[in-house]
């Protein structure tokens, strides 16, 4: 069976990766066929340049370069009072940033290339993975395993072939922050870790662009423009960095799909403001949105402070400065978050997932307690585990004593051994953490499952569900 | 403590109402809360609420909550939705019904 299994698997991925292939190829022709078309409209006989080239006079008195196709593309902008021609022509001269093209960026890209911001750069390091599409709706399951930025710069591409995509497929970093901003007029920081904010907050400082900052975690989500017509920067806001407890990320504590969405949305508005010099951007002001009451509420913050480090009046951090300041250690979390690898305890303290595998195989007495919090085991859970998360664990000893008894009896193990205790938990530092404690309380023999349910799915069981 | 936090209204006198420390206090979104003066005193700050709150309210890992006489790095303090920074932060005095909302800052994306 697991081998049927690994064959439809295996040819699946590689219809999917022909499928990917076949839909690049057409997207290419798409655009290309777009661009012959988009001449032949400006050049009905072959005999007057494009109209963007030309000058007002051949436009009956009317001072905007827009195309025939440009007028028909956004004529909805341009029947609007308040945004119109005007407002439309400055967005096209344009250029945006965005920073992340996951769960904020996904909807923010889609609107800024449909509305026809001249250029549109997308910076992302990360591949799309399975667990992404449920927020990050600018990927499609074709492009699974391949890099975020070429899935979403063809989306983009497909949305509008007009617009200029730049793809910066790397990490943002110091060293290639500035190079990368001095490029854009709007920065939009669609990232999802504390070191990025700073590192972008500061950048745009130094090169004195205005910054759509959008966050989401759970079900709410913040935003707001710093750094905009004297109004305040992020370090103004938080000049010291939260503690690194404090940073919760969506791959543990979740996030429902649409809220990010929303927030996204939102950033492309104000992005959108600013490119196109229309209303009142967001700045001095924040945005809390609260998905579960239904509760959005825009609130007053604080102007620039004349104490920031990064932009008071004769600030003296210089781009220098910036290239050589070490965000990470700044926020004490890293910039690409990966999981945390904790060693807590002494290998005869801990047993892989592959040997515990044998011990059950060979029906040895044992009780597997499995420590994380209760909304995690009903996903998905080990046979007959006992779940006792992690805060719980000391007032619940007297359940795993009783476990081990009723084990002992079952199994009929014989007088002078006992019954195995093994503890378990996703990725394997809470487990560690627990038989620390379980050692302490005289349960001397408690070893942790190394790596936790994630490698029982990779060495034990590819058909073991991972979240 | 994450979030805009909802808030109740109270018209009764000596009454605060306090948001968004649900995650500190068994998930208790909305506090409205009757605080005594200080002998002599004759406004309450927001010093003197942040001691109250943290004495009667916050239920688990004051870290979380405060550093030091103030809130952590990485809260906003809002007073009736307005940055405590231009209220006067701790020195900010509150009025009969004031509503005061702790936001922790995400990051996620």
């Known amino acids: 069976m697991e081998s049927n299994a690994s064959q439809i698997l295996h040819e699946l991925e590689s219809l999917r990766a022909a499928k990917a292939d076949i839909d690049r190829r057409i997207s290419a022709l798409e655009a290309q066929l777009q661009q012959v078309t988009l001449q032949n409209d400006a050049i009905p006989n072959g005999s007057y340049p494009p109209i963007s080239t030309v000058g007002s006079s051949h436009l009956n008195g009317h001072d905007h370069h827009l195309t025939p196709a440009m007028i028909h593309r956004y004529s909805r902008h341009l029947l609007l009072p308040s945004f119109g021609v005007q407002a439309q022509s400055n967005l096209l001269k344009s250029s945006v940033l965005v920073v992340g093209a996951g769960g904020l960026g996904s909807p923010a890209l889609l609107y800024l290339a449909a509305c026809g911001v001249g250029r549109l750069g997308i910076v992302d390091h990360d591949v799309v993975e399975l667990n992404n599409m449920h927020r990050q709706i600018i990927h499609t399951e074709t492009f699974i395993g391949r890099p975020k930025v070429k899935s979403a710069a063809n989306a983009c591409r497909s949305v509008n072939s007009t617009v200029e995509i730049v793809e910066h497929h790397e990490a943002l970093r110091t060293s290639n922050a500035l190079e990368i901003f001095n490029k854009y007029d709007v920065i939009v920081d669609a990232t999802d870790n504390a070191p990025s904010r700073y590192m972008i907050s500061d950048c745009c400082v130094l090169l004195g662009k205005p910054l759509v900052s959008g966050a989401a975690l759970g079900l709410e989500g913040q935003l707001t423009v710093y750094n905009y017509n004297g109004g305040p920067c992020y370090r103004c806001l938080f000049p010291t960095p939260p503690p690194a407890t404090a940073c919760q990320r969506c791959a543990d504590s979740g996030v429902l799909g649409v809220v990010p969405g929303i927030i996204g949305c939102l950033q492309a508005l104000e992005a959108i403001k600013i490119a196109s010099a229309i209303g009142e951007p967001l700045s001095g002001r924040m945005l809390l949105f609260n998905a579960l009451e239904a509760r959005i509420r825009i609130v007053k913050i604080r102007g620039r402070s004349l104490q920031c480090e990064a932009c008071k009046e004769n600030a003296t951090f210089t781009q220098q400065q910036f290239r050589e300041f070490d965000y990470e250690k700044f926020t004490q979390s890293p910039l690409a978050p990966s999981p945390l690898k904790l060693k807590l305890l002494q290998a005869d303290s801990r047993i892989s997932s592959k040997e515990y595998h044998e011990r059950v195989a060979n029906g040895e007495a044992h009780v597997l307690v499995d420590v994380r919090p209760a909304h995690h085991f009903k996903i998905v859970s080990l046979p007959k585990s006992l779940n006792i998360p992690l805060p719980s664990l000391e007032a619940r000893f007297p359940e795993i004593t009783s476990a081990l008894k009723e084990e002992e009896e079952q199994k009929s193990v014989g007088s002078g051994s006992s019954a195995q205790l093994y503890v378990i938990c996703r990725r394997g530092n809470d487990s560690q953490r627990a038989v620390q404690c379980l050692h302490k309380m005289g349960f001397t023999s408690a070893r942790d499952i190394v790596g936790g349910l994630e490698s029982w799915t990779h060495d034990v069981d590819a058909n073991f569900p991972t979240y | ?109």
């Open chain 2, 1 to 109: 403590m994450a979030g805009s936090g909802s808030f109740g209204i109270s018209s009764a006198p000596g009454h605060y109402n306090i948001g968004g420390l649900e995650l500190l206090c068994d998930s208790v979104k909305v506090h409205n809360v009757k605080v005594e003066l200080q002998n002599g005193a004759e406004k309450l700050t927001m010093k003197d609420l942040l001691g109250w709150v943290r004495t009667n309210l916050i239920k688990e890992r004051p870290e979380m909550f405060m550093k030091g006489d103030t809130v952590r790095p990485g809260v906003l303090v809002l007073v009736n939705d307005c940055d405590w920074e231009l209220s006067g932060q701790l020195d900010t005095t509150l009025e009969e019904k004031d509503v005061v909302v702790f936001i922790s800052t995400l990051h996620g994306g």
